[in-house]
């Protein structure tokens, strides 16, 4: 499962958000599980629209229940839905 939007959004995890990648996975619930809180989901919406030219909204993201889900919703937007 590994390819742009993949890699793209655990470097954004990891990277911007100083997540550890061993913590990163599909099923990672963001909040719960991730710690991820309003001012992570503002940086991860700038982040995902800089790296992946994908306009989300906080609410979108919030709405977003685990890295998988996240992973969904960017496909979905980005056209390119797997």
């Known amino acids: 499962m590994s390819d742009n939007i993949t ?3 655990q ?3 990891t990277e911007d958000l100083d997540l550890a990648l061993g913590d990163v996975t599909p099923e990672s619930r963001l909040i ?3 710690g991820l809180d309003s001012v992570a989901f503002a940086i991860g919406v700038v982040a995902i629209e800089e790296r992946l030219g994908v306009k989300l909204t906080e609410r979108e993201l919030f ?3 685990t890295v998988g889900d996240l ?3 960017v496909r979905s937007k980005a056209g390119t839905a797997a």
């Open 11 to 13: 470097g954004i995890l």
């Open 71 to 73: 992973e969904d919703l």
């Open 32 to 34: 719960d599980d991730l």
């Open 63 to 65: 709405e977003s229940k």
């Open 7 to 9: 890699e793209a959004l």
